[in-house]
């Protein structure tokens, strides 16, 4: 099982990026899709998370700027991201937790991680 994420790059404050992330392999189910980010010296966080089924949730900081989505046809998900900050200035990072085929267990896998730098 591999993620594969995309679409970082170097954005104007106020602007917007979309990151899209693609799961492929030998997928039974994927439950929750998420999205994470690193800035340099601090540690990895939650950014939104988006179930199967339900709401989505999101980091305080980027409600009502940050959209979470998801096609379970396709198994993607992605980030849409709007009046970007200097300090969303981070390494994105998209995880699934998934359930092979042919096993029982669900576990967690992230993908690569995608640079989003806002400066002017």
């Known amino acids: 099982v591999q993620l594969q994420a995309s679409g970082g790059g170097l954005v104007q404050p106020g602007g917007s990026l979309r990151l899209s992330c693609a799961a492929s392999?030998?997928?039974?189910?994927?439950?929750?899709m998420n999205w994470y980010r690193q800035a340099p010296g601090k540690q990895r966080e939650l950014v939104a998370s988006?179930?199967?089924?339900?709401?989505?949730n999101y980091q305080d900081s980027v409600k009502g700027r940050f959209t979470i989505s998801r096609d379970n046809a396709k198994n993607t998900v992605s980030l849409q991201m709007n009046s970007l900050k200097p300090e969303d200035t981070a390494v994105y990072y998209c995880s699934a937790v998934i359930k092979r085929l042919g096993s029982t267990m669900w576990a967690n896998y992230w993908g690569q991680g995608t640079q989003v730098t806002v400066s002017s």
């Open positions: 988006i179930p199967t089924g339900g709401s989505a």
């Open positions: 392999g030998s997928i039974f189910s994927i439950n929750a």
